[in-house]
Structures are given as structure tokens and as C-alpha cells.
């Protein structure tokens, strides 16, 4: 197994500098993910325009692929409706946990940069964490929605 | 004092003990394994898979139950087993001796029967602040199914449970203090014999949780003075699912069966069943006889190394792998009672112990990250978890090079 191709160039600038990152203010639905196993808390904000998220920030406290995956996650969903995100969030999902996925191609971005995650199957969770998290407060939001 | 432990780590040939263990001679992602994950399990020597497959092999049947020859060869290895077990913490009889799954088991097993059918609203249970979770469930479910109350004896900074604060808490009303001898997550030896003194002296009983001491010193329990002593058998190189509790015969006398079933009965009819004599009162069930057996070649097996030599050999170790990580930039050392034993958790500035845990296996460097099944005690130094190693016969210098040498690389990975 090679370092390199977890922690790349990428992942460590996110972990280190995680971009949309701080309470929103203004939301207008947030979520909680917790993994129990290691630790990692992690708070997911979002402001929608129409079905589009128009913003999107998080804070937690994880390891460098959890922070990283958030940090990724938030730059790939901004100004995009449910419809999309849910496709995306499948094909990352396919990207982490299946051991013989297409290699990523260029329409995931810089997202690609999780695929060797695949490899280090005791860290899919912490790349998957914000993603349920996000997945949690959109269907909550949708829930408030449909109880208007 | 550094002379004396180091002619003692020199009399301790760790090199030769490491060939008695086969699982330590292959390699993790290319690089040899260096395995410093003890204090979750050790591994088993040759001796210890040899027993059991002898056992396996010529000698099993059920316990206690036929006339045959196996049958009786399987009940002499059993009950072999606890008289090498009753030996192996100096009790005072095998009746004292009650197998379990491990420490939770024998944990779970006084609550529920001693607590239970002597505690009620009013009394209390004081523990630490530096308890496995085996050590906290069983008592809050306890004080959820009779009414009594769990105190909690604080930790200081270094991760030491101080004897003045735990003394203040100490009531008429405590009926039983349940402490680790050693902290799984810090290191820290508690002061357990002071404990006892106090308690008893109050007219509480006191259950130690053995599961990180006995691997590492000799125990004695009558020296001790304790009431119960609970531990498992793979924590000192024997089975997974095979354990004791130590209790003393006449408390074990007085408590009421906590499982119901085979081997625990003396009499069944439908109006009134009476129970088996100690310590089969309290073994529901068929055993778990091939575990027993392997841990009673665990336990000839760690005195033939000597205890007290392998104690000086691990004191050894931590000494040099905590002067070595210390220097490292970042690091913080979570835990640095005066008295510690065989662990070392730490953390590392930018680096989170997952990402730790994940670079040194990179290395071949096996160890635990994670909050150690203590949570409340990472809650006390603020941080979600640390990296851990914990060292055991088989560790050398050696082992702690390659520790360092991976936390160096970690470092170079995340800059
Ligand atoms: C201090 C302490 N107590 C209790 C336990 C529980 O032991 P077991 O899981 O073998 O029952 C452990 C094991 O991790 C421990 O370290």
C-alpha cells in the first residue's frame, strides 16, 4: 500500500486549509454527523436557492481524510440541485467502496483525489461521514418542506 | 535508577522470547510486523496453540457430566486449569476461582449478582475517572435496576487517581469501590493496596479490574486484599472468550447465582432446584474448556519468562520509547503518571491519531488509535482519541526504533 496514494497532494492541502469552513449564518437547515468509532463530529450548514444549494460551509473536528472529504464535498455541491448532488454522492460512493469502480473520471474534479481512500478499507467511513451528514440535512430540509 | 533497569532488560532476552510467537514473524504491508498492540490483546506463544491442539486433538468432551474417560480427561484439563489459575494469583482455593467469557464478563457477573441482590437506594459504587467502559456500563445498569448511586473518583492531569479526593468520597454509604489496577487508555498503576485499606476500613468491598495488570507483574490477591479480581485471558497471551473472576469464598459463598442452566444446578425439579457448589454455581453451561486450558499454558508460559524480569524489561521499554517520542516535535504524551505500565498514548500536533494509526501500519507498526473503550477519559483531556502502543514480552529496542522511525515519517507526510 502506498502512503502517496491516500494522503496525495490534495487531501493534505484540504486537511490543512479546509476551504467553506465555520458556521453559516443564515441557514436554513444543518445536520450533525458523529462517528463513534474514531471520534470524528462534524457540522454540515446549507442555504438554498430555489432546489440549488446557494451555500454551504461545515466544521468538525476529524483526521485528514474526514476534514478533506468535507472540505472537497462543500466546493463540488455548491450551486447544485438535489438531483445532481445525488448522482454525484453515488459515484463517489461507487468511487470509495468498490473494489473494482472504473478509475474516477474527470467530471468528479478534484473529488477524484478520494479514490485511493478505496484501498485503506478501515477509512471509507471517515470519507463517507459528510456525505451522510449533507444527505441528513437535505432530507430534513426536505421534510420541513413537506410539512409546511 | 536507569542502571538497574537496564541490566535487568539485558537479563530479559526479548529476541528469544519473540521466536516462541509464529504469528510475529511475518510481514504487514512489506515491512516486518512490529507489533505494539498489546494492551487490546497479545498474541499466543507456541506453547499456548500447542495446548489447546493438544487438547483439541486427545482430550475433548464435555465437563463434569460423563463417566467415560474423555469426558473425565476433558473435567481433570478444566479443572487443572483453575487450580493453575488459582496458583497463578495466589488465592487462597480453586473455589475462589470462577471462569468467565473475560473481565467484562466477570465485570457484568458481580453487579449482577452481588449488586443486585445486596445493593438498593441509597448505596453507593465508587469508581475512577480512568475506567474501561467494562468498568462503568455494568454499574449505571446496576443503579438503573436497584436505585444506587455511581461516584466518581477524579483523575489529575498526569491521568493519576489521587488517594485524597477518593477518600473524601468514600461514605458509610459506599458498599463497593470497583477500580483497574492499570488504565488501558493512560498507563497509570493505581494505587489499589491504599485503595483497599481505605475501603475496607469504611466497610466497603473492592473489585479490581486486572485486565492490563496481570501480564505485566506478578498478583497476588491475598496481598492485595481485594474482594474481587476480574481479568482476561488474552490479555496475557492465552484465548479470546476465556477469563476469571477471583472472589473471595465467602462472598462468592453468600451470592445468588447469576445464570441459569447446566452445570450450576445441584437438584431441577419444577417446584424447586438448589444449586451447585462453588465455583460451579456461577458457570452456567458448558465452559469454554480448550480457552481454559490455554490460558493455564498462558500463565506457565509468562512464569517461565519471570514476571518480575518481564515487568523490568517492559519498564525498560517505556522509558526509552517515551524519551525517544517526546523529542519528537508535536508530540504530546497523554498520561505521565509517576507509576505507569507497558502503555503509551499520545497525540501528534496537525496529525490526527487516525491518520497516525493508518501511517505507522503503512510501516508495519501495529497500533490502537481510537478512545481506547474510555471514553469519559478523553472527555477529561478534551480530544476525540490517541495513538497508543503498548508493549509486551516480545517488544525489543528494536520495536521502539521502528515506532519512532514511523512517527518520523508521519511527520514528513503531514509536514
Ligand atoms: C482496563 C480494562 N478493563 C476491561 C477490559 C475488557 O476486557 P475484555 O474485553 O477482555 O472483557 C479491558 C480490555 O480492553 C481493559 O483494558
Known amino acids: 500500500m502506498d502512503l502517496k496514494d491516500l494522503y496525495r497532494d490534495v487531501i493534505l492541502d484540504h486537511n490543512r486549509q479546509p476551504r467553506n469552513f465555520g ?18 463530529r462534524l457540522t454540515v450548514w446549507l442555504r438554498f436557492d430555489g432546489d440549488r444549494i446557494a451555500d454551504i460551509r461545515f466544521e468538525g473536528k476529524g ?27 453515488d459515484r463517489i460512493h461507487a468511487v470509495l467502496t468498490q473494489p473494482d469502480a472504473a478509475p474516477p473520471d474527470a467530471s468528479l474534479g478534484k473529488l477524484a483525489a478520494l479514490a485511493g481512500v478505496r484501498e485503506f478499507p478501515a477509512r471509507v467511513k471517515c470519507a463517507t461521514l459528510c456525505w451522510h451528514t449533507l444527505n441528513a440535512a437535505l432530507e430534513r430540509s426536505a421534510d420541513a418542506v413537506s410539512t409546511e | 535508577m536507569a542502571t538497574p533497569l537496564a541490566s535487568a532488560s539485558r537479563s530479559f532476552d526479548a529476541e528469544r522470547v519473540r521466536r516462541d510467537f509464529p504469528i510475529l514473524a511475518q510481514h504487514v504491508n512489506g515491512r516486518p510486523l512490529v507489533y505494539l498492540d498489546n494492551a487490546a490483546s497479545g498474541q499466543r506463544p507456541l506453547a499456548v496453540l500447542r495446548a ?12 463434569h457430566r460423563g463417566v467415560h474417560a474423555l469426558s473425565q480427561a476433558a473435567t481433570d484439563a478444566f479443572e487443572g486449569a483453575r487450580e493453575r489459575a488459582r496458583r497463578f494469583i495466589n488465592a487462597r482455593s480453586s473455589r475462589e476461582i470462577v471462569f468467565v467469557r473475560g473481565t467484562t464478563e466477570g465485570i457484568n457477573l458481580v453487579a449482577q449478582s452481588f449488586g ?13 475517572a480512568l475506567e474501561h467502559h467494562a468498568n462503568i456500563v455494568p454499574w449505571q445498569m446496576l443503579c438503573e435496576q436497584t436505585g444506587c448511586t455511581l461516584k466518581v473518583a477524579p483523575i489529575n492531569r498526569r491521568g493519576e487517581v489521587e488517594l485524597e479526593p477518593l477518600l473524601g468520597l468514600l461514605t458509610g454509604r459506599t458498599r463497593l469501590v ?21 475501603a475496607h476500613s469504611c466497610g466497603a468491598l473492592v473489585l479490581i479490574d486486572g485486565a492490563q495488570a496481570v501480564a505485566h507483574s506478578p498478583i497476588d490477591v491475598r496481598a492485595l486484599g481485594c474482594d474481587f479480581y476480574a481479568f482476561s485471558g488474552h490479555k496475557l497471551y492465552g484465548p479470546t472468550g476465556v477469563g476469571v473472576l477471583y472472589g473471595r469464598e465467602e462472598l462468592l459463598e453468600e451470592m445468588p447465582p447469576w445464570q441459569g442452566g447446566g452445570e450450576m444446578i445441584r437438584t ?3 417446584e424447586r432446584t438448589t444449586y451447585n457448589e462453588l465455583p ?18 498462558a500463565m506457565d508460559y509468562l512464569e517461565s519468562l519471570g514476571l518480575e524480569a518481564l515487568a523490568a524489561h517492559e519498564r525498560h521499554l517505556l522509558a526509552q520509547a517515551t524519551a525517544a517520542i517526546e523529542r519528537l516535535p508535536g508530540i504530546e504524551i497523554i498520561g505521565t503518571a509517576a507509576h505507569k505500565a507497558a502503555v503509551l498514548s499520545f497525540t501528534m500536533r496537525g496529525c490526527h491519531p487516525h491518520d497516525l494509526g493508518t ?25 476525540p482519541a490517541t495513538a497508543r502502543a503498548s508493549f509486551g514480552c516480545y517488544n525489543t529496542e528494536a520495536d521502539v526504533a521502528a515506532l519512532v522511525a514511523a512517527l518520523e515519517k508521519a511527520r514528513e507526510v503531514f509536514g
Request: glycine share 8%; net charge negative; proline share 4%.
Open chain 2, 116 to 128: 443486585r441482590s445486596r445493593l438498593g437506594k441509597g448505596d453507593e459504587i465508587l469508581i475512577s
Open chain 1, 23 to 40: 458556521a453559516l449564518t443564515d441557514p436554513d437547515t444543518h445536520a450533525e454527523g458523529h462517528n463513534p468509532l474514531c471520534g470524528d
Open chain 2, 359 to 383: 501511517i505507522l501500519d503503512s510501516q508495519g507498526v501495529a497500533i490502537r488509535t481510537g478512545h481506547h473503550c474510555a471514553m469519559p477519559v478523553m472527555t477529561f483531556f478534551d480530544i
Open chain 1, 63 to 89: 483526521c485528514a481524510i474526514s476534514t478533506a472529504s468535507a472540505s472537497l464535498m462543500t466546493e463540488a455541491v455548491k450551486g447544485k440541485d438535489k438531483a445532481a448532488i445525488r448522482e454525484l454522492y
Open chain 2, 280 to 297: 460451579w454455581k456461577f458457570e452456567a453451561g458448558t465452559p469454554n474448556i480448550s480457552g481454559a486450558v490455554g490460558l493455564a499454558a
Open chain 2, 268 to 270: 431441577v425439579s419444577f
Open chain 2, 178 to 198: 470497583a477500580v483497574a489496577h492499570v488504565s488501558n487508555a493512560l498507563g497509570t498503576v493505581v494505587p489499589v493496596e491504599r485503595i483497599v485499606q481505605a
Open chain 2, 52 to 63: 489447546v491442539e493438544h487438547y483439541e486433538t486427545h482430550t475433548h468432551a464435555n465437563v
